[in-house]
């Protein structure tokens, strides 16, 4: 599992977002409601970032302090994988909270969606899989730090997606945790 520190080496204009002294994710209630423990390394990025957009086109969804209960709610009710698995379209993937469900953790304005693969007792062990919108399926053995870090690092190349895609000098913006 990669740390956050490395992915900051990869994307340097994410740093300008990094908040003093941790967000105060309420994890026990999120990882409650949501029925499982989550990554380690997602749990440092988010404790250490809002919500960030790269390049206008990756959005990594890290839970809101004080949204716990929405992040794990959508997180349960993804309702385009479960009309993909329902339409068969899903591969060999399915939604969580099935055994080896998807969590999604990140998407694009392309439609294309991350998540991981509950595959394991152990979190820090599930993979991160992708699925584009143009119907590819991808499959990684990595968390999805080490994802973002390998992409961004032009390490990890992911099938389907835009051929501009990642930049060459990814700009990193971050939305407010501000609860409307």
């Not at 152990?122 to 990595?142: L, Q, T, Y």
Request: proline content about 9%; some cysteine.
């Amino acid at each position: 599992m990669l740390r956050v520190e490395e992915l900051e080496a990869v994307l340097p204009s994410m740093t300008r977002w990094r908040v003093p002294g941790g967000r105060s994710v309420d994890w026990a209630a999120l990882e409650a409601d949501l029925g499982t423990a989550l990554p380690s390394d997602f749990h440092s990025l988010t404790e250490s970032y809002p919500i960030l957009v790269v390049d206008d086109f990756l959005m990594v969804l890290v839970p809101r302090p004080g949204a716990e209960a929405s992040w794990a709610s959508e997180a349960r009710e993804d309702e385009i994988l479960q009309d993909l698995y329902e339409m068969g379209d899903a591969e060999d993937y399915v939604p969580y909270p099935q055994p080896g469900g998807l969590i999604c953790w990140a998407q694009s304005n392309s439609g294309d969606a991350f998540y991981w693969r509950t595959s394991s007792e152990d979190p820090d062990a599930w993979p991160v899989v992708v699925r584009g919108d143009n119907g590819d399926w991808s499959e990684f053995p990595v968390g999805a730090v080490e994802f973002l870090a390998g992409v961004y690092g032009r390490t990890i190349d992911v099938p389907g997606m835009p051929g501009d895609f990642p930049s060459d000098y990814p700009k990193v913006l971050a939305l407010s945790d501000r609860i409307d």
